[in-house]
Structure formats: C-alpha cells, structure tokens
C-alpha cells in the first residue's frame, strides 16, 4: 500500500532562511507526488508535483522539491523563506491501485519568525 | 479562476441529527472526492465517485454516510446519524477527466461540530 511519512510535526526558520520540509514515501510502481499547502482555515491548495523527469520540480510560490528514488524522499524547499509562508504542510501519493486517491501524510506546521 | 465551493462553512449539531454537507464541483470536473481532517490530524479520505456510482470508499465511510450528486452540479455527503467522532473538517475535491497525474481541487472545507 502507498504511504508518506511527514516525521517533522513543526518547522521553525526565521525569515529569509532557507526551509526544508520532509517527506519519505512507499508506493508500489512509480511514484507520484504532491505537496499541498494549508493556510488558516482555508482548504488545501496544490503546490507541486513530481509525475516523470527532473529531480527538481518548481512550484508555486517559488517552493521546489527534490526527488530521490535512492531515499525514497520528496522534500520541499525555498531558498528564502516568507512570514507568510507559515502554513500546514502536506505531502501526498497518489494512490494508483484504486481510484487514484491521494494519501496524505500528517503534515508539518511551517513556522517563518520575522 | 474556477474553484471548488462548500457549504456550510460551519455546522453545529446534536448527537444522532442527520447533517447534509454540500459541495459545488468544477463544473467540467468528473471524478469528485470527500475528505476530512480531524482536528489537528491529517487529512484521510473518505469516499470518490465517479459517474454516478461510488468508486472508492474507505472503512470510515460505514453506512452511516452516503454521497449524491442530484442535479449535475451539486455533489453532497450525508451523515444520516451524527456521532461526536464526526466533528471534522469535511473537504471535497475534483478532479477532471483522463488520466490522473495532475492535482485535485479542494474546496475551503465544512467544519461540522457535533455537541
């Protein structure tokens, strides 16, 4: 069955820092992966997506993961982070044995201190 | 931009009250999803549909729920009998057709709170 691990339950950076958020993944078949973004209450919103090809995929809001099969890991990035960065963060794996569900992981609150 | 609508943003309701949550698709959307997220755990699916059938549903999805898109546009998730272990945000999501490598379309959520 496909899974993704968030063990990150808050990330804390100060503004202007480079962020990471991690995402570890198990799937069956090629891997298809997503990360989506929470603001206050709001609804998820999509930011990226890693399907076929470069490691490195660009987002929105200037966000980028990088993929590694070896690791099996799918980390979200920013060179610079924002105030308003500060969200919930999900990682999520299409599920392609049934209806092509996602499965999220348990998020990562993104915490950007001016 | 075409979006995802929900309503109501916010449901109160006793214990054992059927509660009906509504969702307005992307209207070229035909695959459509329910989720919910527990207050401050992650986000599980519930159920997807698919031409008018239920593709998929999880183990939460018991008898006690039941989906229905009854007019083309619209695309509902009742919860016949409310527990406390409802209180949820309850998130729809589209997605259009073909192939799946591309994103779903959340609403902004319905948080329903049973007392």
């Known amino acids: 069955a496909q899974s993704v691990a968030q063990p990150e339950d808050q990330v804390n950076v100060a503004e202007g820092n480079p962020l990471t958020v991690k995402c570890t993944y198990s799937?069956?078949?090629?891997?298809?992966l997503f990360w989506y973004v929470q603001y206050p209450n709001r609804g998820l919103q999509f930011l990226l997506k890693?399907?076929?090809?470069?490691?490195l995929v660009k987002g929105s809001y200037g966000f980028e993961a990088e993929f590694n099969k070896s690791q099996t890991s799918f980390h979200l990035k920013k060179p610079s982070a924002l105030v308003s960065d500060s969200a919930l963060y999900f990682c999520?794996?299409?599920?392609?044995?049934?209806?092509?569900?996602?499965?999220f992981g348990s998020g990562t609150r993104l915490l950007v201190r001016p | 931009e075409p979006e995802v609508t929900q309503t109501p943003s916010h449901q109160v309701t006793q214990m054992g009250q059927e509660v009906i949550l509504r969702c307005v698709p992307i209207?070229?959307?035909?695959?459509f999803y329910w989720y919910r997220q527990i207050l401050g755990q992650k986000v599980e699916f519930l159920v997807s549909?698919?031409?008018?059938?239920?593709?998929?549903k999880s183990e939460i999805f018991d008898d006690q729920f039941s989906v229905e898109r009854p007019d083309g546009s619209n695309f509902t998730l009742k919860i016949r009998s409310t527990k406390l272990e409802d209180s949820a945000m309850y998130f729809c999501?589209?997605?259009?057709?073909?192939?799946?490598?591309?994103?779903?379309?959340f609403g902004e959520g319905s948080r329903l709170t049973v007392l």
């Open positions: 890693y399907i076929t090809g470069d490691n």
């Open positions: 209207s070229n959307h035909l695959y």
């Open positions: 549909f698919y031409n008018n059938e239920i593709s998929e």
């Open positions: 999501a589209s997605r259009g057709s073909g192939r799946f490598t591309g994103e779903l379309f």
């Open positions: 799937v069956s078949g090629n891997p298809y």
């Open positions: 999520a794996v299409r599920d392609a044995d049934s209806s092509y569900k996602l499965i």
